[in-house]
């Protein structure tokens, strides 16, 4: 089942870089995910638009979406750059970075979806690294240098339940298309023997947990 309309309008609505077609994808994956009943994790909040996918699916299952992010934007948001949105500086004098929380805290009350999801504000490693407990998805789609996808893979990777879900986002395995950092942890997710691939949706692609050895 799709998200309700009043969800999907919330979604289509909130600032972010998640297309609808892959949202979709992305939703589907969730409730699959949702139904083994452990926490959904999300590496890359910025302003909440998949985060409210994450958390529709949660809410179904009784479960709770999980969103890490620092809120001081990745390489390619910094100002000068491609994806910069100015709307999202923190202005106050002496501060002038970049600071997604309060959009996101917006988008989140808008949708009606507080109560389902934890939001965690810190470096993706390092919240992997005092994480404890197993969930049932991991999205990654945080930074997108090979540093920071590497280290979100090997940070959050063995969190994952078995039959648990890896989808990531902006695999172009076409350099003309996009960045290559996700691409190859897909491509490592796969060669690890652990994974076994469930859809292919443009750039978002679902892996299912199904070995041990990441
Ligand atoms: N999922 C979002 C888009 C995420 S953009 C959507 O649907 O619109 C990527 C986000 O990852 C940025 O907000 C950036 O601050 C965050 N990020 C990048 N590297 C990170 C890291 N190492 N730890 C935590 N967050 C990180
Ligand atoms: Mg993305």
């Given amino acids: 089942m799709p998200p309700k309309p009043d969800i999907l309008a919330a979604f289509e609505a909130a600032k972010g870089f998640m297309p609808v077609d892959e949202g979709l994808a992305l939703h589907a994956a969730a409730r699959e995910a949702g139904r083994l009943g452990l926490p959904l994790l999300e590496v890359g909040t910025y302003c909440g638009r998949s985060t409210i996918l994450l ?10 979406a999980v969103t890490v992010d620092h809120h001081r934007g990745s390489e390619e948001q910094q100002p000068g750059w491609e994806y910069h949105d100015p709307s999202v500086v923190d202005e106050t004098p002496g501060v002038g970075r970049m600071d997604t929380l309060p959009t996101f805290r917006r988008t ?9 999801v934890v939001a965690v504000v810190g470096r993706s ?12 998805l991991v999205f990654i789609d945080g930074g997108h240098t090979d540093e920071h996808a590497t280290a979100d893979y090997e940070g959050w990777a063995p969190h994952l339940a078995p039959e648990g879900l890896l989808v990531i986002h902006d695999v172009f395995p076409d350099p003309a298309d996009g960045g290559q950092a996700p691409y190859r942890v897909y491509r490592r997710a796969l060669a690890s023997g652990a994974f076994t691939e469930v859809s292919v949706t443009r750039s978002l692609r679902v892996l299912r947990r199904t070995g041990l050895g990441i």
């Fill in 125 to 136: 490693p390092q919240v992997a690294k005092v994480w404890g407990t197993p969930v049932g």
């Fill in 108 to 116: 989140l009350y808008r949708a009606g979806l507080e109560e389902h």
């Fill in 55 to 64: 958390a529709d699916a949660a809410r179904e299952s009784g479960t709770v």
